[in-house]
T-cell receptor, first 117, second 109 residues
């Protein structure tokens, strides 16, 4: 299957700093990527839909100025957590849809664990 | 609004026993339902989708629109089936998924 890669897999930062997480589709182009957040022992919560060449679409309750999403190319979307605080500590997962096949299956990255001190 | 409910957080069965992971959904239109699996220390991956109507690793799931359910079943569980299972719903063509809270399946020897 297709491969979606996230970097970094783990990041620790100080409160008040900004952190960028990358999501890449390695062997296919993705016009749309999705960013999820997962709290411990809880489900994945969709944060936003990242659209190549246009603004991201944020879910209700997600601060767009806090979580900046840029989808500058067909293989890369970035999530920047600005002025991070301890409550932003979480597991962030991206996914991308491979349209080459008939199923248009979604493939997930391995996730990025953010810890804000 | 889309909603997916997985009533069981934990499910434990013995090897060879049948297993059923429950999933109910709420959606006003025609949904597309999925089961995703996450094995220990691995990423989330698609197990099966209702439109495929196929069996993957011995698992099947039938969409019951009357009961708004999409339960995952396997007649004989194996130890390697131990994982976290998420039911998910997509209500549109943009593939935006709504996930249930997941069920941790443990298959004991």
């Amino acid at each position: 299957g297709a491969v979606v890669s996230q970097h970094p897999s783990r990041v620790i930062c100080k409160s008040g700093t900004s952190v960028k997480i990358e999501c890449r589709s390695l062997d296919f182009q993705a016009t749309t990527m999705f960013w999820y957040r997962q709290f411990p022992k809880q489900s994945l919560m969709l944060m936003a839909t990242s659209n190549e060449g246009s603004k991201a679409t944020y879910e209700q309750g997600v601060e767009k100025d806090k979580f900046l999403i840029n989808h500058a190319s067909l293989t890369l979307s970035t999530l920047t957590v600005t002025s991070a605080h301890p409550e932003d500590s979480s597991f962030y997962i991206c996914s991308a849809r491979d349209l080459r096949g008939a199923s248009g299956e979604l493939f997930f990255g391995e996730g990025s664990r953010l810890t804000v001190l | 609004a889309q909603r997916v409910t997985q009533p069981e957080k934990l499910l434990s069965v013995f090897k060879g026993a049948p297993v059923e992971l429950k999933c109910n959904y709420s959606y006003s239109g025609s949904p597309e339902l999925f089961w995703y699996v996450q094995y220990s220390r691995q990423r989330l991956q698609l197990l099966l989708r209702h439109i495929s109507r196929e069996s993957i690793k011995g698992f099947t799931a039938d969409l019951n629109k009357g009961e708004t359910s999409f339960h995952l079943k396997k007649p004989f569980a194996q130890e390697e089936d131990s994982a976290m299972y998420y039911c998910a719903l997509s209500g549109g063509s943009n593939y935006k998924l709504t996930f249930g809270k997941g069920t941790l399946l443990t298959v004991n020897p």
